[in-house]
C-alpha cells in the first residue's frame, strides 16, 4: 500500500511529488513567459510578479529536481545497483519521502498568501514583518524539505558504505559514486541552509538582529 517500506513504492511517492512541482513550476514559469511578451500590457500585477517568480525557483529545484532526480531515481537505482533488497534505513527512507507532502501543502499556502521575497531570501527584503507570513509558510517548507533531503541522504550513505564488501570484490556503476558524493555535499550543505533561514525567522518573529543592521547585524552574512 501507499505506506509500504519498498523502496520501488517510496520512489514512486517522490516521482509523484515532484511531477507536481515539475507542473507547478512550469505552470508558473508560462505565466512569466506570457508577461513578456507585451512591455506595455502587464497580465500579472508587479507584486504577484515576485510571487511567482520566488515560487518558481523553489518549485523547480525543491520539488521537482530533488524529488526526482535523488528520491526517485535514487529509491529505485541504488538497491539495484548494489544488489541489495532495500535501503539500510527503510522507515527512514518512508519518513523522508512522507515529509514531503507537509512541505508541499506549506508552499501552497505560502503561495497562496504570498511571499515575494525571491527565491534566495536575501535580506533586508526578507528579514521586515510587512513582508507576511507567507514567507513564513515558505521557510517552513523549505525546514521540511531540507529535513528530508537531509535524512535520504543519510539513507543513500549508510546504504553504500553498509555494502562496502561489494565494492571490494567487483566494479561499481559511476551512478553508485554519483549519488554517494551528491549525498554527502547535501548533508554538508543543507543545514547550513537551514541554520540561516532559522536566524531569518528569528530575525521576523522573535525580535533579534542576525541580519539587521540597526541591531549590529550584517545583510550580507545571509549571502555567505
Given at each position: 500500500g501507499q505506506f509500504s517500506l519498498d523502496h520501488k513504492r517510496i520512489g514512486i511517492i517522490y516521482m509523484f511529488i515532484g511531477l507536481w512541482g515539475g507542473f507547478m513550476g512550469l505552470s508558473l514559469s508560462f505565466l512569466l513567459r506570457l508577461n513578456y511578451t507585451?512591455?506595455?500590457?502587464?497580465?500579472?500585477?508587479?507584486?504577484?510578479?515576485?510571487?511567482?517568480?520566488?515560487?518558481?525557483?523553489?518549485?523547480?529545484?525543491?520539488?521537482?529536481?530533488?524529488?526526482?532526480?535523488?528520491?526517485?531515481?535514487?529509491?529505485?537505482?541504488?538497491?539495484?545497483?548494489?544488489?541489495m533488497p532495500d535501503l539500510s534505513l527503510p522507515r527512514l527512507n518512508a519518513l523522508s519521502?512522507?515529509?514531503?507532502?507537509?512541505?508541499?501543502?506549506?508552499?501552497?499556502?505560502?503561495?497562496?498568501?504570498?511571499?515575494?521575497?525571491?527565491?534566495?531570501?536575501?535580506p533586508p527584503l526578507s528579514s521586515f514583518p510587512y513582508t507576511g507570513i507567507g514567507v513564513d509558510y515558505l521557510m517552513f517548507s523549505l525546514h521540511l524539505a531540507g529535513l528530508s533531503s537531509v535524512f535520504g541522504s543519510l539513507n543513500f550513505i549508510t546504504t553504500i558504505?553498509?555494502?562496502?564488501?561489494?565494492?571490494?570484490?567487483?566494479?561499481?556503476?559511476?551512478?553508485?559514486?554519483?549519488?554517494?558524493?551528491?549525498?554527502?555535499?547535501?548533508?554538508?550543505s543543507l543545514p547550513v541552509l537551514a541554520a540561516a533561514i532559522t536566524m531569518l525567522?528569528?530575525?521576523?518573529?522573535?525580535?533579534?538582529?542576525?541580519?539587521?543592521?540597526?541591531?549590529?547585524?550584517?545583510?550580507?552574512?545571509?549571502?555567505?
Open positions: 507585451d512591455p506595455y500590457f502587464n497580465l500579472i500585477a508587479p507584486e504577484v510578479y515576485n510571487y511567482i517568480i520566488t515560487s518558481h525557483g523553489l518549485a523547480m529545484i525543491f520539488f521537482f529536481l530533488m524529488p526526482v532526480l535523488i528520491g526517485g531515481f535514487g529509491n529505485f537505482l541504488l538497491p539495484l545497483l548494489l544488489g519521502a512522507w515529509l514531503m507532502l507537509p512541505s508541499a501543502v506549506c508552499f501552497i499556502i505560502s503561495l497562496w498568501i504570498g511571499s515575494g521575497v525571491g527565491w534566495t531570501f536575501y558504505f553498509s555494502s562496502i564488501f561489494y565494492f571490494i570484490n567487483t566494479r561499481v556503476s559511476i551512478i553508485v559514486w554519483a549519488y554517494l558524493f551528491t549525498s554527502i555535499l547535501l548533508l554538508s525567522l528569528f530575525d521576523r518573529n522573535f525580535g533579534s538582529s542576525f541580519f539587521d543592521p540597526v541591531g549590529g547585524g550584517d545583510p550580507l552574512l545571509f549571502q555567505s
